[in-house]
């Protein structure tokens, strides 16, 4: 997770604007099955500008049923497993990519750079708000299946024991993390919408 931190500081939009691509991967993810190359022809073909590996369940574990690989596809960019047969039009059922091994364009990293926090070091409800930084998330974000990983969920901050209790301490304080950044980004909305809320009054015609 500490890379959100290293993100934020070393890969400022003007210094990775020669990549047409950023990825932004945790280190405990199996990529035997993963070819670099192939996968951003995929992503090309596809117009993702938001995307992740399909994630191999049979190796490592699932976090969310959109990210699963699903076998003989080549891409896909909704589901309706789970609890998403009802509405698969919601996240995160579409337009969601998971933090632990996402892919952005140089656009969308540009986005994606702002909404990091500094003072967050686990990054958790980054992958909540990623739709913000395209035009139409059901379709400009993706998973790619032929090009797959495993997440094995190895313990990323402090200890890979559970010394004093510190792994469930590490978990309360990215709990925590992720209230403070929804509450943050719910404050921008609410700002946001002030905002506009104000051009509009005083763009109206005066009677």
């Known amino acids: 997770m500490r890379r959100r931190w290293y993100a934020k500081r070393f890969l400022h939009p003007s210094i990775v604007a020669p990549y047409e691509y950023i990825f932004i991967w945790d280190q405990d993810l199996g ?11 995929i992503v090309k073909k596809h117009g993702l500008e938001i995307s992740q590996p399909g994630m191999d369940i049979t190796r490592g574990a699932k976090t969310y049923d959109i990210n699963v690989r699903v076998s003989d596809n080549e891409m896909h960019k909704s589901t309706s497993a789970g609890g998403c047969g009802t509405d698969v039009h919601r996240r995160p059922c579409s337009g969601f990519v998971e933090v632990n091994s996402p892919v952005f364009s140089r656009e969308a990293w540009t986005c994606v750079w702002h909404m990091i926090q500094s003072d967050l070091v686990h ?3 980054l992958d909540w708000n990623f739709w913000r930084c395209v035009d139409d998330p059901e379709e400009q974000m993706g998973v790619v299946d032929v090009q797959y990983v495993a997440h094995h969920e190895g313990f990323t901050l402090g200890d890979s024991g559970d010394v004093d209790g ?7 304080r990215a709990s925590d993390e992720f209230r403070m950044f929804n509450a943050r980004m719910q404050d921008a909305d609410d700002k946001a919408q002030a905002a506009a809320h104000l051009v509009r009054s005083e763009a109206a015609p005066r009677s």
């Open 31 to 41: 990529t035997e099955t993963f070819d670099a190359e192939e996968y951003i022809k």
């Open 166 to 172: 510190s792994r469930w301490k590490v978990r309360l």
């Open 123 to 125: 990054g958790w409800g």
